[in-house]
């Protein structure tokens, strides 16, 4: 159905372009923080579009359901990662670089 | 589509060079398991799921986790090389060029007329469903039936491995507080 | 990571998940992708997360590194048991079409026959594929207990 095909379509492609925008974002920013920050958040979205994309796109409802579960996994797991991430920094000293001081506070 | 074939050899090929040549071996670690993850990939492109399974859960799974394990036993970096290793590489570039010589008198990739689509994939993939009585993966038959005798190979490769790494690393709970304390002492 | 109670929570969430699906992944193999290899190296993350985010004594005390060392030959025991299986029952090394009726395989109840276990080749592929997964879990598992014991003794 081609009605089907267009959401498909749509979805795919917007959940590809947060994921370059995520992949300049990581390249990009100045420090490791803000690169977890925007590599993180845009990563699940992309992702999540993507395969929201490809659930218009199964043949029957047992590969929806499948496709369905990766997304919730994804959605618990990705998010958790970037904490585990961001803590671990933390606990080693590394310190966010914050705008009002010039100075950064790694030690 | 050759497009995305071609992107994804040149992005295994990038990926190789910067695991070999990088210095600083968090990155060539997180390298290794980025070229297992490409590698899937092009498994995948390749029509087969089930290597293209083992391949990401192994390689960019299990093996990314047990090196960084490693890692916090050894060095952080690699020390520079002091001298240009000269038989090295006239020994990796005569090999190369031997095969690169061997794979000119090679059949046409995906040529039905080889003999690797002529003498056992036909009749592995006729035989298997009377064989089986119905099992629908032909891979699975393969593995664990037609070649069952490979598979038990390969299980005792594993176990080799486990062994080995047993008796270099394992510690006896006994001798450890006595190896502590007496450094204690002495130091 | 005692005191990341983001993490311990989400861990609690997902390693039952992981562990059912490595089962599923390990019974699959004969219908889709999966088989010993993938699920064996799918519970041993299981358990591997689990030792990172509760400690390696926690982990110890649900998989103990003695009964882990005697799961690594026990897996290529099933295998091999298999393949002598077959030749005490009169065929070929690993000849699986041997295994077809040494078992119950048909229970009669009145009229009807109900066929308990698979044909021969399914009872040997079940067999060689849970050696193979046992064999792969327990090696992945003792070597994060080697790589990680030996740190927490060595410092």
Redesign the interface.
Known sequence: MIVLDIISWALIVSGAFFSIVGGIGIIRFPEFFSRLHGGGITDTMGAALILLGLMFQSPNSLVAIKLVMILF?LL??SP?SC??LS?SALAQGHWPELDTTRKSKNK | MIYIDIIILTLLAVTAVTVARIRDLWAAVMFTGIYSFIGASWMLLLDAPDVAFTEAAVGAGISTVLMLGTLALTNKAEKPSTSVPVVPFLVVLGTGAALVYGTLDMPHFGDPEAPVHQHPNPSFVERSQPDMHGLPNVVTAVLASYRGYDTLGETAVIFTAGIGVLIILRRDKRTAPDEHSSDEVVT | MNS?P??RI?SK??IP?ILLFALYVQFHGDFGPGGGFQAGVILASALILYGLVFGLPAAQSVAPPWLIEKLIALGVLVYAGTGVATMALGSNFLDYDALEHHFLTDVTWGSQTLHVLPSGQHLGIFLVEVGVGITVTSVMLMIFYCFAGRNQSSE
């Open positions: 996994f618990v797991t958790s904490h585990a803590n | 990341f983001i993490i989400v969430l997902l998940y």
